[in-house]
Structures are given as C-alpha cells and as structure tokens.
C-alpha cells in the first residue's frame, strides 16, 4: 500500500548529465526539485549502484536536461549506461555538447539547468545530490511544455 500511494506522488521527468575525466553519461531521473532560492539550490536522487553516482562523484557537477513533451520516447532510452560516441558528439544517438561545468547537454532538451554540487547527502540507496545553480538556458520556446512522469506509461519509487 505505501508503494501504491507513493507511487501516485506527481513528478517531473528529466535527463541528468554527469561527467567525470572523458567518461559521461545520460540518465532518466524523477527524484528532482528545488530546495533553496537564495543560494539556487536543487536537489537529485541517485542512486548509488548507478554509473551517474560515480560520475556525479568523481566530477562535482550535474546537468538536469528538461524534455519536451512531444519527445516522450528520450527517456526511454536513458535507464542504463548510454554508449558514448565522442568524434560524432552522441549519446546513444542523442547528439549533445558539454555544458559550461563538463556535465552533457543534449541538444533536444528544451532547457538545461547546469549545477555544482554542494552537499552530497546519504539517503540509504540514493544520495541526495544537492547542487547550486551556476547557468541555465532555454533551448526551445519558454513555453514548451515539458514532459511529466503522467505522460508517459511509467513509474518510479514507491
Ligand atoms: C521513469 C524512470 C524514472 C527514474 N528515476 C530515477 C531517479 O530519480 N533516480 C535514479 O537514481 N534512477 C532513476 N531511474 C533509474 C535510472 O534511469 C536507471 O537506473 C539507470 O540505469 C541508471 O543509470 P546509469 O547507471 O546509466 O547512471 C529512473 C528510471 C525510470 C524508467
């Protein structure tokens, strides 16, 4: 029961980059949000068997990528270590740049949010990565609606 009612919780649905040396990667995450206006602070929930724990780690930053509604079937392709294609700038076909702290930008986000992190908080399975804002920007209109976990036909948590 608990599982059920956690799982009717409302989220958004986003795409992590993280980077650490050469390695990066790109992941589907909903444990996100905002915990702070002064200074800009967000919060993202890791798990610490994934890939992206290592990299978040290792590099001290993160990129929370927001997704286009219309794009719904990205996250599918995020839920375990992507392939890297460094000469063609790819992840797992997704072409991408890197963001002003190293960490992945794909380049059909409709925006990114570009963070260090501050406070590495230990949570039991995840960490509770939390990391000040140092630059943001919109790559499609303001107004593009973004995806949420209601869009799309899965769960996570509970
Ligand atoms: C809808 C959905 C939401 C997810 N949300 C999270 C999340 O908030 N935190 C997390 O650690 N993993 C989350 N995952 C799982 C990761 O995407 C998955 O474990 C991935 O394989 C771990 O990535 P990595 O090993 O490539 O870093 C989610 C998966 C799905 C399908």
Same mark, same amino acid.
């Given at each position: 029961?608990?599982?059920? *009612?956690?799982?009717?919780?409302?989220?958004?649905?986003?795409?992590?980059?993280?980077?650490? =040396?050469?390695?990066?990667?790109?992941?589907?995450?909903?444990?996100?949000?905002?915990?702070?206006? &002064?200074?800009? *602070? /967000? =919060?993202?929930?890791? &798990?610490?068997?994934?890939?992206?724990?290592?990299?978040?780690?290792?590099?001290?930053?993160?990129? *929370?990528?927001?997704?286009?509604?219309?794009?719904?079937?990205?996250?599918?392709?995020?839920?375990?270590?992507?392939?890297?294609? &460094?000469?063609?700038?790819? /992840?797992?076909?997704?072409?991408?740049?890197?963001?002003?702290?190293?960490?992945?930008? /794909?380049?059909?986000?409709?925006?990114?949010?570009?963070?260090?992190?501050?406070?590495?908080?230990?949570?039991?399975?995840?960490?509770?990565?939390?990391? &000040?804002?140092?630059?943001?920007?919109?790559?499609?209109?303001?107004?593009?609606?973004? *995806?949420?976990?209601?869009?799309?036909?899965?769960?996570?948590?509970?």
């Amino acid at each position: 029961m608990r599982r059920r *009612l956690l799982w009717t919780m409302p989220y958004g649905l986003y795409v992590v980059g993280s980077r650490h =040396g050469d390695r990066r990667n790109a992941m589907t995450l909903n444990f996100a949000t905002q915990v702070s206006f &002064e200074p800009k *602070l /967000l =919060g993202i929930g890791v &798990e610490k068997t994934a890939l992206t724990h290592e990299l978040i780690e290792g590099g001290g930053s993160f990129t *929370l990528n927001t997704v286009s509604r219309e794009d719904r079937a990205i996250v599918r392709k995020f839920t375990k270590p992507v392939e890297v294609d &460094e000469a063609a700038s790819t /992840l797992n076909g997704f072409p991408f740049h890197d963001g002003p702290t190293g960490a992945p930008v /794909l380049d059909q986000a409709t925006a990114w949010i570009a963070c260090e992190v501050r406070q590495p908080v230990d949570c039991g399975g995840h960490t509770f990565f939390i990391g &000040e804002v140092v630059a943001c920007a919109f790559q499609q209109a303001e107004d593009t609606p973004v *995806l949420r976990m209601e869009d799309t036909r899965m769960s996570y948590g509970g």
